[in-house]
């Protein structure tokens, strides 16, 4: 985790904080008409903005981040009193080096010279809470904020993973198959893989490709599962709009196109894919349509493995509240429906 988030001060942040200062040390002299009077201020004023301005750091700079924000509350109200009682003191004996001066306006006295700070501390002291405990409140927001952008990596880069062996692993059954039937197809299928690979290794690495790209991969899927699949299974595959224009986490949508060849082939009749894409308006449409093969279980969402599973919390996390996904499924037909909003 980076330290963006320690209070150190910045170059701009400290001069804020001088002309602050200076100009709440000033702005009354604006307002004093008289020149006895400003002749007090500056004697006696500027001493107290001075107390204000080390009660304010004392409690921001100190007494928060060590004893507030850890939670030891009886610490830092002690502290804060010591700190009180200490300006109070110096308030005091800052009086008595001026009693020359003092005695022209009015008489000293050890108790109003006492209590005199109180009220300008307490300012100050509520102040300093507000400013850093609402800073605190920000930077953690952020640092919440921080922590879930890096989960959210986290958590889509495993995701991701998940996608390559799964299907892998189901083209490596394919390849066996052609293999044992000593097909021509065989080395046929072997480049297939290589280019498909190939996009798995590099061009999955990237945040986003273009739709284009995941198009022509789904096309080498489909063309690698047609070399195993017999002359009455009927697969299309329909592109509509402009693929170019949109971009798209890669490995997206193969979920669904591998869900269909799972459960939707049967070598004992004919089968029927249809796959449709449609890119235009900043708005993708992904459609997925086969029968359920007798063989397979009524539920086929059940055996889809991490498939389906995947893809879906995929789709939260890269677009909440931006895509729509409609699944419908009543033992015969299985359809998948997906908008995504970009």
């Not at 953690?140 to 921080?146: D, G, I, S, W």
């Not at 995701?159 to 390849?175: A, D, G, M, T």
Request: glycine letters at 4%; proline letters at 4%; hydrophobic letters at 45%.
């Amino acid at each position: 985790m980076k330290a963006i988030y320690e209070l150190r001060p910045k170059p701009y942040t400290v001069l804020i904080h001088i002309l602050v200062w200076v100009a709440f040390l000033l702005v009354p002299l604006l307002f004093i008409e008289s020149a006895e009077g400003r002749e007090r201020f500056m004697t006696m004023g500027w001493f107290m903005q001075l107390l204000m301005a080390a009660y304010f750091y004392y409690n921001y700079l100190f007494l928060i981040p060590r004893f507030l924000l850890r939670k030891r509350i009886a610490p830092y109200f002690f502290m804060l009193l010591f700190g009180l009682v200490a300006i109070s003191a110096l308030n005091i004996l800052f009086a008595l080096a001026t009693a020359n001066f003092i005695a022209h306006h009015h008489p000293f006295s050890f108790w109003r010279t006492a209590f005199f700070p109180f009220y300008p501390a307490v300012m100050a002291f509520a102040l300093s809470s507000s400013v850093r405990i609402t800073m605190e409140w920000f930077k953690n927001e952020r640092q919440k904020k921080e922590m879930e952008a890096e989960k959210l990596a986290s958590e889509l880069a495993f995701l991701k993973s998940q996608v390559n062996p799964h299907f892998l692993f189901n083209i490596l059954n394919n390849i066996c198959s052609l293999a044992r039937k000593k097909s021509d197809e065989t080395e046929n299928a072997i480049i297939k893989l290589s280019q498909i690979m190939r996009y798995m290794l590099q061009d999955s690495r990237d945040e986003k490709v273009s739709l284009e790209k995941e198009v022509e991969y789904l096309q080498s899927y489909i063309e690698l599962q047609r070399l195993r699949l017999p002359d009455n299974m009927n697969i299309d595959f329909i592109i509509g709009g402009r693929p170019e224009l949109l971009s798209i986490e890669p490995l997206l949508l193969i979920p669904f196109v591998e869900n269909a060849f799972k459960h939707g082939i049967s070598y004992q009749g004919g089968s029927d894919i249809r796959i449709r894409l449609n890119a235009a308006d900043h708005l993708l449409t992904f459609t997925v349509e086969n029968h359920i093969a007798p063989h397979q279980d009524n539920s086929v969402e059940q055996g889809s493995g991490i498939g389906l599973k995947n893809v879906k919390r995929r789709l939260e996390l890269l677009y909440p509240g931006k895509h729509e996904l409609k699944i419908h499924d009543n033992g015969e037909q299985y359809n998948i429906n997906l908008e995504i909003r970009f």
